[in-house]
């Protein structure tokens, strides 16, 4: 998935045609012989065939250059020539309905509320009165009252007109916030969250932990056992060192271990990044990692740290030119993330907000043993899926396929749903795949995720299928409700997980194993169709 620069400046989507919007076809490829629009989806009738095919085209710049985590939907100017404002515009709000149901369902207080107010005239006479009209919209469902009141409520009517009025202004806002983000990552990522990790923070578990991790010979299927429903903070960064393999099991040459591999990782360095003789191929590795890292959270402040870019950038090239099979891909450098996080949280101590951290107050030795510590764990994490990251990125391919039949397998209904509305899954899960899913989960939980990962005996790789599959049936009732192609994608690529917590992994990760249990053993639906 490695992007790659566009030969013609002029037509390149970033720089210069800030018309065009990647997400959402063209007003122009929706409309066939005669100015017939194409692709729509009227009340009884699905897309067109070509829906997807022109999706595609419609975006195939964007997906070029690898950059949309800086396309902001809201800023985009000069759209109404290319791309239907009315159909925007419900492709928008139905996804909005369908966010707002699963966190605002049943509180009315928060429902926005329209009121107009039309007052008699002359005539209506001396006793007229003023007619209220009031358009309540709650969960997408609008009723109209019309209400009669008398002139002495008048004063009444105006203030709770002002007060609706108010009320609109707040949830506009809301709404306009939310599509003010970066599409592909639609939450802000919070670097720790305490409330989040109430549900691994238990006296009992550190007890169990402390137990398994100070024995002179590690348990390790005890210590997977354990860490399958979450970790500790505290307890975190060792054990992710014992599950990576990076650590040995025997207690008495762990710190040896890792003394060596920390200085080797010092060779590395100086043996692949500080050269000036670089080939063109390891000159164009390190150029589109350096455009990448930038890129990465560009909303929170410690990723913007010079100091943390280095390291990134060290870690990233490093590990390409020890893999040539597979070289630097985007969304690798996603992958670093995590271990990253871990391995500071434990070096600033786990009580501390990650959010101000300012890495030049940490000295040279805790930073480099951050940075050694989370490129020998990552280059263990992904010997298990560096397939999915060779020419073509066939291992994703194939998963992408997997998941595919297994959902049709599942769940019928949600499958010939999405496929008659021109849906690909190859569209949406790809990323999934490609990133493990952090791009769609806050950073918190996604650490949570992989404590599970990590503890899979037989590797995650196979997991992560079930997983992508329960995170689809989880969003199953929102899906079902959107009715065109747009709405679909906007709903798949902007999935509203921005207020999940380790508790909502673990139901995700408890259903990944139920499908795991019960479709494993009938591998059919994993090989593909001739």
């Not at 085209?57 to 949309?68: F, K, M, Q, R, Y």
């Not at 510590?373 to 990552?378: E, I, N, S």
């Not at 009732?477 to 509203?496: A, I, S, T, V």
């Not at 207020?499 to 673990?506: A, K, L, P, Q, Y």
């Given at each position: ?196 990790s109430k549900d691994v923070e238990c006296e009992s578990k550190y007890e169990k932990f402390t137990n398994i991790l100070e024995a002179p010979l590690l348990n390790l299927i005890a210590l997977k056992e354990l ?73 929170v402040s410690l990723f913007q740290q010079n100091l943390v870019q280095e390291m990134f950038e060290r870690i990233l090239f490093i590990w390409a030119i020890r893999h040539p099979a597979s070289g630097y891909v ?11 996080i871990v391995f500071l949280q434990e070096s600033v101590g786990a009580e501390k907000d990650l959010e101000q951290c300012q890495l030049g107050a940490l000295s040279l030795e805790q930073r480099d043993i951050i ?160």
């Open positions: 998935m490695s992007s790659s620069s566009s030969s013609d400046a002029g037509s390149s989507f970033w720089k210069n045609n800030s018309g065009r919007i990647p997400g959402r076809p063209t007003a122009a490829s929706r409309m066939g012989p005669g100015g017939a629009v194409r692709g729509g989806s009227g009340p009884g009738g699905p897309s067109s065939s070509n829906s997807f095919q022109d999706y595609q085209e419609s975006v195939s710049d964007a997906w070029d250059l690898g950059d949309d985590e800086f396309c902001i939907i809201s800023g985009t100017v000069d759209t109404s020539a290319r791309i239907s404002k009315k159909v925007s515009q419900s492709a928008a709000l139905n996804v909005i309905k369908t966010h707002r149901s699963g966190g605002e369902r049943g509180r009315m207080a928060t429902a926005a509320v329209e009121v107009s107010v039309h007052r008699g005239g002359a005539a209506m006479g001396a006793g007229g009165g003023t007619t209220v009209t009031v358009v309540e919209s709650l969960d997408g469902l609008k009723i109209d009252r019309s209400i009669e009141r008398d002139d002495e409520d008048e004063k009444t009517s105006d203030q709770q007109h002002q007060n609706y009025e108010a009320l609109n202004h707040v949830n506009e806002n809301r709404y306009r916030q939310r599509f003010h983000a970066y599409p592909g990552r639609p939450q802000l990522l919070k670097l720790s969250s305490n409330v989040a860490s399958w429903s979450g970790i500790p903070r505290r307890m975190r960064a060792v054990t992710w060192r014992l599950l990576s393999g990076y650590l040995p099991t025997s207690l008495e040459r762990r710190n040896t271990v890792l003394e060596r591999k920390r200085a080797d990782y010092k060779k590395l360095v100086q043996q692949y990044f500080h050269v000036d003789n670089r080939d063109e191929t390891q000159q164009d590795t390190y150029r589109q990692i350096h455009i990448d890292v930038p890129r990465m959270n560009p909303h985007q969304g690798i450098n996603d992958l670093v993330t995590p271990f990253f940075e050694a510590d989370a490129f020998w764990c990552l280059s263990k994490f992904l010997d298990c899926i560096q397939d999915n990251y060779i020419f073509a990125q066939l291992g994703i391919q194939e998963k992408v396929n997997q998941l595919k039949e297994l959902i049709q397998r599942i769940d019928g209904t949600l499958h010939r749903h999405l496929q008659a509305h021109g849906v690909d899954y190859l569209q949406f899960s790809f990323r999934w795949m490609n990133n493990l899913l952090t791009r769609e989960l806050p950073l918190y939980c996604t650490i949570r995720l992989w404590d599970t990962y990590l503890a899979e005996s037989d590797g995650f790789a196979v997991f992560q299928l079930y997983v992508c599959a329960a995170f689809l049936l989880h969003w199953r009732e929102q899906l079902l409700q959107e009715k065109d192609f747009q709405g679909l994608m906007l709903l798949l690529q902007n999935l509203p997980t921005h207020s999940w917590m380790d508790s909502h992994i673990g139901v995700l990760v408890a259903e990944a194993f139920r499908l795991k249990f019960t479709y494993a053993d009938t591998p059919k639906h994993l090989e593909g169709k001739s």
